[in-house]
């Protein structure tokens, strides 16, 4: 991550068990339960928020003129855009007008996973990026500055070797963070150095994929 000024100090958790909430999140299983505090990062950044057909109650309260159709989402799946400042639509005077039925995008959002990863979130996302710099793990055991370790080691592997990947990887932050968390225990062998670029790049995909059958299986 860039060097960036940081106000505070803000309690990010024990990583192993933030780690393991992150992936049940991801596995759609539940939400992250983020001390954001008054930090409004994510609703002033740009992100549209999409919207599944289960989200029918945070729908039906925001005005249809900000609802769209985007391409390569999921029939029936639908995406809020910001405003011309980067704002959701749905924040007012400083707080998710919506924030009991708000969407399970945003239940599911959690800008740690870029401190995880070490990482910033991309470009335009200052105030973003200004709470990842804040953000300070705890490591109660051995595990969790091992997996911390892992998850880095797999997130500066897939940013700086996109060439050892035989299929498309990510490229933006997001994206190489959340391969990262789904991929983090290629990491973990001590034998990883080992082995060649083909032959990590090929791990990491088989995890990934490994990971991501247990949500369609």
Not at 38 to 59: F, I, K, M, N, T
Not at 107 to 131: Q, S, W
Request: with cysteine.
């Amino acid at each position: 991550m860039t060097a960036l000024a940081s106000e505070s100090i803000v309690a990010a958790g024990p990583f192993s068990a933030w780690l393991r909430a992150m992936r049940r999140s991801l596995l759609g299983n539940e939400g992250m339960d983020v001390p954001c505090g008054s930090c409004v990062g994510c609703c002033v950044s740009g992100y549209s928020v999409q919207l599944r057909p289960e989200d029918r109650q945070a729908a039906a309260r925001i005005p249809a003129t900000f609802i769209v159709s985007a391409p390569g989402f999921t029939k029936g799946h639908l995406t809020v855009r910001p405003l011309s400042n980067g704002s959701c639509p749905m924040l007012d005077d400083g707080k998710c007008s919506i924030y009991s039925v708000r969407p399970q995008t945003c239940l599911d959002y959690d800008c740690r996973i870029f401190a995880a990863a070490g990482i910033d979130a991309g470009e335009g996302k200052d105030v973003i990026n200004k709470r990842v710099h804040e953000w300070r793990f705890s490591y109660p055991g051995r595990a969790d500055e091992q997996e911390h370790a892992a998850v880095r080691a797999a997130a500066t592997f897939i940013r700086d070797r996109r060439e050892s990947f035989t299929v498309r990887v990510p490229a933006g932050p997001m994206g190489i963070a959340v391969f990262a968390i789904k991929s983090y225990e290629v990491f973990l062998d001590v034998e990883i150095g080992d082995q060649s670029d083909a032959d990590v790049a090929r791990a990491i995909i088989e995890a990934v994929r490994a990971f991501d059958s247990l949500q369609t299986g």
